[in-house]
């Protein structure tokens, strides 16, 4: 009797259950909207301002993937050298190109992620002339809703750890996000 029990349970959870399209060799392209906020280190007050970012992940297994990110933030729209003592490491805007690893912790129809990436960085305008190119770490969280086979959508949160980590001790942002899926 407990045999047939253990099986009814098994086949009733199996037949409930709901379907999970992350697989293997599946490719992700999306467009992410939201928001970042600097923190400089010599500045009293923190730079809030909108983000986009383009992403593209392809699954080399069920639980692996390799994420290619690149992102643009504005941060202080109004950011000028008041005197010629104004630091000149206070920017406009931050550019960003990131490649790396992330785990997949379920291939239900939500689906929460995390990674870390290595990239460069590009940060202009404002106090800063010209261009400040610096590498960095981010490290990469989201949870994606799989709509269906072909779109996700979902939130994520990505924390960058720029090379000078005294003049830039935080860069963090928050997306919406939106993706096409294809090849499984």
Do not use: C
């Amino acid at each position: 009797m407990r045999a047939f029990a253990a099986a009814a349970v098994v086949l009733a959870s199996s037949a409930s259950a709901s379907a999970a399209w992350a697989v293997e060799r599946e490719q992700h392209l999306g467009v992410d909207v939201g928001g970042g906020l600097l923190v400089i280190g010599n500045k009293s007050t923190s730079d809030l301002g909108a983000s986009a970012m383009a992403h593209y992940t392809y699954g080399l297994n069920d639980a692996f993937n390799l994420m290619v990110e690149g992102g643009y933030s504005l941060v202080a729209l109004g950011q000028t050298a008041d005197s010629p003592r104004t630091p000149q490491t206070y920017p406009a805007w931050i550019a960003n190109a990131d490649v790396g690893i992330g785990y997949v912790f379920d291939v239900l129809t939500w689906v929460p992620y995390a990674g870390i990436l290595v990239g460069g960085y590009g940060l202009s305008g404002g106090t800063i002339p010209g261009m400040k190119l610096l590498p960095g770490v981010e490290i990469a969280l989201g949870l994606d809703y799989r709509v269906g086979p072909s779109v996700a959508i979902g939130v994520a949160a990505r924390q960058h750890l720029l090379s000078e980590t005294d003049t830039y001790p935080s860069f963090t942002q928050l997306f919406a996000r939106i993706e096409y899926v294809w090849g499984w």
